[in-house]
């Protein structure tokens, strides 16, 4: 259930996606698309909404406690059961350093490859985990395109990722 980044790049990286659900880098891969265009475009306006709705209701109400800790442990808890996760691929890439003339990047299935441009692999999200459960049949991980052009039909039963 290991996946192997090789080919043209400095270091050969081994991912085990069955250790991801404790990573904090992982994203919900039902709300990726929509809210990952929307961050980008709405982040600055966001921050000053946020901060002008709190002040404005702690005016009007007062302070409010925080959930308790418990609260927060089992609403966690409860997602990690029941979501569907993804991790973005670009960490994984850079630490493997492509080389300066790697330009293809492949990904290698057991119904065939298919080869995007480097430059795209950087943007792919694989996901990892669908309704609180590893993806052990057709697995380990499903791949999506960074614009979400493939979401109903995601690229599964990877073996390894070559750069050429």
Excluded at 66 to 73: D, F, R, S
Excluded at 74 to 93: D, R, V, Y
Excluded at 96 to 119: M, S
Aim: hydrophobic share 35%; net charge negative; aromatic share 10%.
């Amino acid at each position: 259930m290991v996946i192997v980044i090789k080919g043209n790049v400095k270091f050969t990286i081994t991912l085990d996606p069955s250790v991801w659900i404790f990573d904090d880098r992982k994203v919900d891969v039902h709300t990726y698309f929509t809210r990952h265009v929307q961050t980008e475009q709405r982040e600055d306006i966001d921050d000053i909404q946020k901060i002008s709705a709190y002040w404005d209701r702690e005016i009007q109400e007062g302070a409010v406690s925080p959930p308790t800790l418990q609260t927060e442990k089992q609403f966690e808890k409860e997602k990690i059961l029941s979501g569907t996760f993804g991790m973005p691929f670009a960490p994984f890439l850079r630490n493997a350093e492509p080389n300066d003339d790697a330009k293809r990047f492949i990904i290698v299935t057991e119904n065939g490859d298919t080869t995007i441009p480097l430059a795209e692999a950087y943007e792919l999200l694989l996901c990892f985990a669908k309704d609180g459960k590893p993806l052990k049949e057709d697995g380990p991980v499903h791949i999506y395109f960074g614009d979400g052009s493939n979401r109903d039909n995601p690229i599964t039963h990877v073996r390894a990722f070559v750069v050429e």
